[in-house]
T-cell receptor, first 115, second 113 residues
Framework: ETGVTQTPRHLVMGMTNKKSLKCEQH?????MYWYKQSAKKPLELMFV???????ENNSVPSRFSPECPNSSHLFLHLHTLQPEDSALYLC??????????????FGPGTRLTVT | AQSVTQLGSHVSVSEGALVLLRCNYS??????LFWYVQYPNQGLQLLLK??????LVKGINGFEAEFKKSETSFHLTKPSAHMSDAAEYFC???????????FGKGTRLSVIA
């Protein structure tokens, strides 16, 4: 479970706060992902970065801002969130373009509560 | 576009009984199919995957799944449930190795002693 790490594991923030979630992968992968996991809903893909470039943004509100400074690190900057943004935020990584099967490795997630 | 339907948000089985978690997919191209498991307070772990070749795929912890193209299904089975199998299970599909996964809503498996 040390291949993909996420910090913090738990975060409580007010709607006016600014915070960042951090993800780091130690697997040498070239793609990283942010997912949102809410109760009773499918995992929602938020952002995809391939080779540090954002290749997908699934209509995510601008109060979520991703940053991928290098292929090992991924951030999710949060500001002026809403209570409905409370969820588990999962980071994942994969090696794209080699075996042709996208096996994603997930981090443990950050449990976010917006008050 | 791809989509996944998992029938039953909660399945309960007795210890030692057969586990069957259902997954149906929709894909306009030959799919890549995955089953992930999520234990409490943890991220997702890959159980098994189907890409090409043999349609019966064996994964970790005694689980297996069979790709049935005619039924657009990829059901997950295990002959004998163990208490440690209690978790949330997610079926996912992608169009190829280079496209993001689309997940189902998940099925929570409870194992009763």
């Amino acid at each position: 479970e040390t291949g993909v790490t996420q910090t913090p594991r738990h975060l409580v923030m007010g709607m006016t706060n600014k915070k960042s979630l951090k993800c780091e992968q130690h697997l040498g992968h070239n793609a990283m992902y942010w997912y949102k996991q809410s109760a009773k809903k499918p995992l929602e893909l938020m952002f995809v970065y391939n080779f540090k470039e954002q290749t997908e943004n699934n209509s995510v509100p601008s109060r979520f801002s991703p940053e991928c400074p290098n292929s090992s690190h991924l951030f999710l900057h949060l500001h002026t969130l809403q209570p409905e943004d409370s969820a588990l935020y999962l980071c994942a990584s994969s090696q794209v373009g080699t075996s042709g099967s996208e096996k994603q490795y997930f981090g443990p997630g950050t449990r976010l509560t917006v008050t | 576009a791809q989509s996944v339907t998992q029938l039953g948000s909660h399945v309960s089985v007795s210890e030692g009984a057969l586990v069957l978690l259902r997954c149906n997919y929709s894909s306009s191209v030959p799919p890549y199919l995955f089953w992930y498991v999520q234990y409490p307070n943890q991220g997702l772990q890959l159980l098994l995957k189907y890409t090409t070749g043999a349609t019966l795929v064996k994964g970790i912890n005694g689980f297996e799944a069979e790709f049935k193209k005619s039924e657009t299904s990829f059901h997950l089975t295990k002959p004998s449930a163990h208490m440690s199998d209690a978790a949330e299970y997610f079926c996912a599909v992608s169009a190829s190795g280079n496209t993001p996964l689309v997940f189902g809503k998940g099925t929570r498996l409870s194992v009763i002693a």
